[in-house]
C-alpha cells in the first residue's frame, strides 16, 4: 500500500488581526495594535499551499473557525442579540472579545497530533485536537477543531479520533508543533519524537511531559518507538514557544538549532536509538544564533519529501533576509545531506504573528485508501484552490485595526463569508452560530 504526506494547511480566516495575545511568542508582542490585512494572509497562505502542490505534493485544508465565538462569550455571561452581545463585550471587556475575534485556528500545526496507521497497533491513524490549555484564546479553538477532524476524517474503518485531554494547563498540549515523525519511508513503522517544556525564567512551557505521553498511549505506539526529549529553557526563554520554532523532523532528517534539547548528546542517542537511519543536521550557535533563529523562522520551515525523494526546505521570506541564516541555509543544501532544495515564500502576514510555515500546516501521513475515505472537499487541486481564492476576495477586508473590533458589521461579515464557506464546502450547519 503507497502512503503519501497530506499537509493540511490552516485557511487564515476573515478576523485575522494582530491583538498580541500570544505571551512568550516576540512576534505577537511585537506587533500587538498594529493594522492587519486578512485578505492577504489568506491569499499567502494559499499562494504557499499552491506552491507545495507545484512541488508534486498532496495539499489539504483545514477550515476557519467561527470568529468572534459568541458561544464563548454567552458562557461568559454576555446576553441579548449578537449585535448586543459584541457591544457589550468591547464596553466591559475588550481583551476579552479579542481573544473571541483570533484567527488563531488558522496555525494549524496547534490542531492536533496525528499518528499515521503503519505506527499503531490498531492499524488505523489516529487523531487528537489540542486542548491548547496555555492560551485562552486557543483553549477555546479545541472542540471546534476535534469536529472539524472529525468530519473530513469520518470513516471509522480507518480513522480514530481522540478528544482533547482533560485537566487544564497539567495537561497542557500544543498538538504537531511539539511533534514529529521519523521513518524510512512514510508507509514504514515511524518514530514519533514528543518534545516537553519545563517553565523557563522568563515564559511558560506549553507542552507538558503527561499530555505527551497520554497521546502516545491513546494512539497505540511503541514504546520502543516513542522518544520523548525536554527543550531547552534557554530556546523557550529566547522565544521558542514551541519546538517547531527550532527544529523540524521529517522522514530521515533531524533538522534543528544546537541549543534546542536541554540535554543534547542524551536527546540525540535515544532518538538514534530508536531511529538508527536518522540523519541529524544541526544548525551551531555560532552560525545562526538563538535571536536569529527566533526571528527568521529558519526551522519553522515545512521540510519536504518530494517525489523524486529528497528533500527540500519551504522558508519564510525572512530566512532569506536574514544574512547568516542564509548562508547557513545555502551551506546546508550544498552538503551531502537529503536537504537539497530551498523555496522562499512569503507568509508574513502569518510571521507578524509569530507563525510560519510549519506552524501554518499539519501534516497527516495516511495511504491510498485512507486518502479515498477521507472527505474530499478538503483535499485540494488548482479548481479549488482558485475557488477559494475567489471566496477571498469576495469576502475579506483589506485590512482590520484594533478598533474595528468593536463593529459587529466586522461579525456579521465574517458570518456571511463563513456561511458562503460551508455552503461551497457542503458542510451543513457545521459551525456554532449556525446552529443557534
Not at 505571551?23 to 507545495?52: C, D, H, I, Y
Not at 542564509?326 to 537539497?340: A, E, G, L
Not at 482558485?386 to 473590533?405: C, H, K, M, S
Request: aromatic share 8%; with cysteine.
Amino acid at each position: 500500500m503507497t502512503y503519501h504526506e497530506y499537509n493540511f494547511d490552516g485557511l487564515i480566516g476573515p478576523t485575522h488581526n494582530y491583538a498580541g495575545l500570544s505571551f512568550g511568542n516576540l512576534a505577537s508582542a511585537k506587533n500587538a495594535g498594529a493594522t492587519s490585512s486578512p485578505k492577504e494572509a489568506a491569499l499567502q497562505g494559499l499562494q504557499k499551499m499552491r506552491a507545495a502542490m507545484e512541488l508534486g505534493l498532496k495539499q489539504g485544508f483545514l477550515p476557519p473557525q467561527d470568529r468572534p465565538h459568541l458561544k464563548t462569550l454567552r458562557a461568559l455571561g454576555f446576553s441579548g442579540s449578537d449585535t448586543e452581545i459584541i457591544e457589550k463585550a468591547y464596553k466591559a471587556e475588550p481583551q476579552l472579545l479579542a481573544n473571541c475575534y483570533a484567527a488563531s485556528p488558522m496555525w494549524t500545526a496547534n490542531a492536533g497530533t496525528v499518528a499515521p496507521s503503519p505506527d499503531t497497533n490498531d492499524g488505523k491513524a489516529h487523531f487528537t485536537a489540542a486542548n491548547l490549555a496555555a492560551n485562552f484564546h486557543r483553549a477555546i479553538e479545541a472542540d471546534t477543531t476535534a469536529r472539524t477532524l472529525a468530519h473530513i476524517f469520518a470513516d471509522e474503518k480507518y480513522f480514530a479520533h481522540h478528544t482533547p485531554l482533560p485537566g487544564g494547563t497539567h495537561f497542557g498540549d500544543e498538538g504537531a508543533a511539539n511533534h514529529g515523525r521519523l521513518c524510512e519511508s512514510h508507509g514504514q513503522a515511524g518514530v514519533h519524537l514528543f518534545v516537553y517544556g519545563q517553565d523557563g525564567d522568563k515564559f511558560p512551557a506549553r507542552q507538558k511531559l503527561c499530555a505527551s505521553e497520554a497521546v502516545a498511549r491513546n494512539h497505540m505506539l511503541d514504546p520502543a518507538k516513542t522518544v520523548f526529549v525536554e527543550q531547552s529553557k534557554m530556546a523557550l526563554d529566547a522565544g521558542a514557544f514551541h519546538n517547531d520554532v527550532v527544529g523540524v523532523a521529517n522522514g530521515t532528517v533531524l533538522f534543528l538549532h544546537e541549543h534546542s534539547f536541554a540535554d543534547p548528546k542524551a536527546a540525540y542517542a535515544a532518538i538514534r536509538e530508536a531511529a538508527p537511519f536518522v540523519e541529524i543536521v544541526e544548525a551551531p550557535a555560532d552560525k545562526v544564533s538563538l535571536g536569529d533563529c527566533i526571528k527568521s523562522y529558519i526551522f519553522n520551515s515545512q521540510l519536504l519529501t518530494l517525489p523524486g525523494g529528497e528533500m527540500a526546505l519551504l522558508l519564510p521570506t525572512e530566512s532569506e533576509d536574514n544574512e547568516a541564516v542564509k548562508n547557513f541555509v545555502d551551506d546546508t543544501v550544498s552538503k551531502n545531506n537529503p536537504i537539497n532544495r530551498v523555496i522562499y515564500k512569503n507568509v508574513r502576514e502569518s510571521m507578524r504573528n509569530g507563525g510560519g510555515p510549519a506552524c501554518l500546516r499539519l501534516r497527516v501521513v495516511i495511504s491510498e485508501d485512507e486518502a479515498a475515505a477521507a472527505n474530499g472537499n478538503f483535499i485540494l487541486d488548482n479548481e479549488k484552490i482558485t475557488a477559494l481564492e475567489g471566496w477571498v476576495n469576495q469576502y475579506y477586508r483589506d485590512r482590520i485595526a484594533p478598533d474595528d473590533l468593536r463593529d459587529p458589521a466586522l461579525m456579521r461579515e465574517s458570518f456571511a463569508a463563513m456561511q458562503a464557506l460551508t455552503d461551497l464546502l457542503d458542510m451543513g450547519a457545521f459551525y456554532d452560530f449556525q446552529r443557534g
